[in-house]
C-alpha cells in the first residue's frame, strides 16, 4: 500500500509556498517536498498539522491506495 497525497494541489490553491507551509507546521521545507512526492511518511501529528493549515480534515488529504490502483 502507498499513502497518497493532494497537498501541492491545496497549499497551491492557498498561494503557499513549500517553505510557507513548512514554517507554519514546524519542519524543513525538505520535508514538505519529500511528503508531497511521496517519499516520506508523515507522523500523524504532522498529518494533522498539514490538514489543519489547508483547512482540511486528514482524510480528505490522505488516501491509502493499492499497489495495482497507481496509475
Known amino acids: 500500500m502507498n499513502l497518497k497525497n493532494h497537498i501541492k494541489q491545496h497549499r497551491a490553491r492557498m ?3 513549500q517553505q510557507d507551509l513548512a514554517e507554519l ?4 521545507r ?3 517536498l519529500a511528503v508531497e512526492k511521496g517519499k516520506y511518511v508523515p507522523s500523524a501529528l ?3 498539522q498539514i490538514a489543519r493549515v489547508l483547512g482540511m480534515q486528514v ?3 490522505f488516501e ?5 490502483d497507481a496509475q
Open 46 to 48: 504532522l498529518a494533522f
Open 59 to 61: 482524510d480528505e488529504l
Open 64 to 68: 491509502l491506495e493499492e499497489e495495482g
Open 15 to 17: 498561494d503557499l509556498t
Open 25 to 28: 507546521v514546524g519542519v524543513r
Open 30 to 32: 525538505q520535508t514538505i
